[in-house]
């Protein structure tokens, strides 16, 4: 069975600061990973997903991420945050393409001016 | 572009009531999931559709039934509604031959009273 854990539920940061959201998974097999925003009262809004190739995946509004097999991680980053990027954030991981995906618990990050 | 689209937007229904859910997938996707968002919580699958049959199967209440339609649209049907069954349903759609990524639709939010 596969998992995932966001290991922060709140992430404070200032605008224009750096800032990093974690993801752990487990998994017996290969992955796909996903990271999805859900503004207030929104529905999921992909950010950015990695399926193979390159571990380190970029997606939108700035956003990236990076796939380690070792450490079983797919953490997202940002250099410079928005006021406009507050909102809650959702780590996934699937088994295969068209299979269901298992989310984290979220991470709400909150920019403050 | 075309999204996921979902009717209603909101529900008010009373205990032990019933109530439909629909939901219109991305054209020529083929892949239809379920999905329930209690309060403050992560989405947690329900049930999945491909190509019109049942694919995979989450922890959808036996009170809770689903079916993909002809045209691919889907709908899910709740009876005997309880309090907890209060939540945002999301539907999302995909397809192997763009990815595989999942597209949400806005959301229905069910209250139950």
């Known amino acids: 069975a596969q998992s995932v854990t966001q290991l922060d539920s709140q992430v404070p940061v200032f605008e224009e600061a750096p800032v990093e959201l974690r993801c752990n998974y487990s998994?017996?097999?290969?992955?796909?990973l996903f990271w999805y925003v859900q503004y207030p009262n929104q529905g999921l809004q992909l950010l950015l997903k990695?399926?193979?190739?390159?571990?380190l995946v970029k997606g939108i509004n700035g956003f990236e991420a990076e796939f380690n097999k070792s450490q079983t991680s797919f953490h997202l980053r940002k250099p410079s945050v928005h006021i406009s990027d507050t909102a809650e954030y959702f780590c996934?991981?699937?088994?295969?393409?068209?299979?269901?995906?298992?989310f984290g618990k979220g991470t709400r990050l909150s920019v403050i001016a | 572009a075309a999204g996921v689209i979902q009717s209603p937007r909101h529900l008010i229904k009373e205990k032990r009531e019933t109530a439909t859910l629909k939901c219109y997938p991305i054209?020529?996707?083929?892949?239809v999931y379920w999905y329930q968002q209690g309060p403050g919580q992560d989405p947690q699958f329900l049930i999945s559709?491909?190509?019109?049959?049942?694919?995979d199967k989450g922890s959808i209440p036996d009170r809770f039934s689903a079916q993909q339609f002809s045209d691919y649209h889907s709908e899910l049907n709740m009876s005997s509604l309880e309090l907890g069954d209060s939540a945002l349903y999301f539907c999302?759609?995909?397809?192997?031959?763009?990815?595989?990524?999942?597209?949400f639709g806005p959301g229905t939010r069910l209250t139950v009273t």
């Open positions: 990695y399926l193979s190739g390159s571990t």
């Open positions: 999302a759609s995909s397809s192997g031959s763009w990815g595989y990524e999942q597209y």
């Open positions: 054209p020529r996707h083929d892949t």
């Open positions: 996934a991981v699937s088994e295969s393409g068209n299979t269901p995906l298992v």
């Open positions: 998994s017996s097999v290969s992955v796909y």
């Open positions: 559709f491909y190509e019109k049959m049942q694919s």
